[in-house]
């Protein structure tokens, strides 16, 4: 699977719904988070725990075209992308503060990121 197919299933799963600007910025986190691991961003999407949609046993089902190719785009757009900001967390703000070490950067949509 290429980087981009695995980037947009994460902004897909984890981020269908959002504004733009939230969706973008998973995207960022995702590709960060993969630097900062020095692993490419299919073997960081599955790694333990990294994105809830992976393990949380709901069918991961592309049900939505257009959201997808809204995913797969949004992804090009960040791999292109030589600095992406240094964001390497996000949740729903309804869960809470996960990341009790990390200070909240922003608010869009439903998703804290950290």
Same mark, same amino acid.
């Given at each position: 699977?290429?980087?981009?197919?695995c980037l947009a299933l994460i902004v897909y799963f984890?981020?269908r719904g959002e504004p733009a600007l939230a969706q973008r910025m998973v995207a960022e986190v995702a590709v960060? =988070?993969? &630097? #900062? /691991? +020095?692993?490419?961003?299919? #073997? $960081? @999407?599955? +790694?333990?725990? $990294?994105? +809830?949609?992976?393990?949380?046993?709901?069918? *991961? &089902?592309?049900? /939505?075209?257009?959201?997808?190719?809204?995913?797969?785009?949004?992804?090009?757009?960040? @791999?292109?992308? &030589? *600095? %992406?900001?240094? =964001?390497?967390?996000? *949740?729903?703000? +309804?869960?809470?503060? =996960?990341?009790? #070490?990390?200070?909240?950067?922003? =608010? %869009?949509?439903?998703?804290?990121?950290?």
């Amino acid at each position: 699977m290429s980087s981009i197919a695995c980037l947009a299933l994460i902004v897909y799963f984890e981020a269908r719904g959002e504004p733009a600007l939230a969706q973008r910025m998973v995207a960022e986190v995702a590709v960060h =988070r993969a &630097k #900062t /691991e +020095s692993k490419p961003i299919c #073997t $960081s @999407l599955r +790694s333990p725990k $990294s994105y +809830s949609f992976m393990w949380d046993k709901i069918s *991961n &089902k592309i049900r /939505e075209k257009d959201a997808y190719e809204d995913a797969i785009s949004i992804a090009r757009r960040v @791999l292109s992308i &030589k *600095n %992406v900001p240094s =964001r390497l967390y996000f *949740n729903e703000c +309804s869960m809470g503060k =996960r990341y009790k #070490t990390q200070h909240k950067i922003r =608010r %869009v949509g439903r998703l804290c990121f950290y």
